[in-house]
């Protein structure tokens, strides 16, 4: 029987396509091989680019596909897959986000990019903050979906008990169809057949070994981390109903950068808001990207 994600992968491929959005393989260093979806040049001329990170759960365009096709006529859109995700991986056994962040800005800066708004979701609004610390001649701005800067391990634990698992890879790294729907249970979102949740489990989870290293890698110590001063205006979009990383720790993080930062609250949506209401996240990142290119 065919694989419904498998048989939808080609049919996303011919979509990004008329998009003109393309995927392309970038060599970040020996060992390292990273997958951009990017525009192609003709698309690209003269328009702000806008790059996408993904969370722990999907790849590059199977978290962002609406959005792409939202603002690819308006902006040059680019989509990476993570490190261990989609069609990136490396020999490399360093799994900090610090090193997320650097191999997605090389491959950037490899694709000719210069300057760049940066759209994260979940670990991938981490590793959007992080470049904003390491490249802030290449990011512009930060928009955090659903995030924060850092794992530290007082959240971490907070989180976790709340969620009632003992490690990130028990929730991330599901090994049933049961475990998914855990992954992506939500009262919000459609009721997802079991034979399409299975079909995810197949394809979707590749890499088990890695994936854990980078889930107990982005944990970091309380004592290691300080809210950085970020040069970029940062802006935090949350899902009121977030059970993660819930609206009174995104607040504290808008008080904490002050002036620098904006705050939206999605409503009627949780942790996947970007899937939970897409077209109204689409809607609040159109005004988002407005603000940050004086758009009127």
């Given at each position: 029987m065919v694989n419904t994600i498998k048989l939808y992968q080609p049919l996303l491929r011919a979509a990004m396509n008329l998009a003109g959005v393309r995927p392309q393989k970038i060599e970040i260093e020996p060992g390292t091989i990273m997958n951009f979806w990017a525009p192609t040049r003709t698309q690209s001329n003269n328009k702000n680019a806008v790059v996408f990170l993904h969370g722990f759960f999907g790849d590059g365009m199977m978290t962002w596909q609406?959005?792409?096709?939202?603002l690819a006529r308006k902006y040059a859109v680019y989509v990476p897959d993570l490190l261990f995700f989609g069609g990136s991986a490396t020999g490399d056994s360093r799994r900090m986000?610090?090193?997320?962040?650097?191999c997605v800005a090389k491959g950037l800066v490899a694709l000719g990019l210069q300057r760049c708004t940066v759209v994260g979701f979940s670990y991938g609004g981490m590793v959007a903050f992080k470049m904003a610390e390491l490249r802030p001649e290449l990011v512009e701005?930060?928009?955090a979906t659903c995030s924060?800067?850092?794992?530290?391990?007082?959240?971490?634990?907070?989180?976790?008990?709340?969620?009632?698992?003992p490690a990130w890879s028990d929730l991330l790294l599901p090994t049933s169809v049961s475990g998914v729907k855990k992954v992506v249970g939500s009262r919000r979102l459609p009721r997802i057949p079991n034979r399409v949740l299975k079909d995810g489990l197949e394809v979707m989870f590749d890499y088990r070994k890695e994936r854990t290293e980078l889930l107990e890698a982005f944990v970091i110590p309380d004592k290691d981390f300080t809210l950085p001063d970020y040069s970029q205006k940062v802006h935090l979009v949350c899902g009121e109903e977030d059970k993660i990383f819930n609206v009174g720790l995104v607040k504290d993080i808008k008080e904490k950068l002050g002036d620098k930062a904006t705050l939206e609250c999605i409503e009627k949506a949780g942790h996947l808001a970007i899937l939970e209401r897409?077209?109204?996240?689409?809607?609040?990142?159109?005004?988002?990207l407005a603000s940050i290119y004086d758009e009127r």
């Open positions: 609406l959005q792409v096709l939202a986000v610090d090193f997320q962040a650097e701005s930060v928009v924060l800067p850092a794992m530290t391990e007082s959240i971490s634990r907070e989180c976790l008990e709340k969620l009632g698992f897409p077209f109204v996240y689409s809607k609040c990142l159109k005004r988002i």
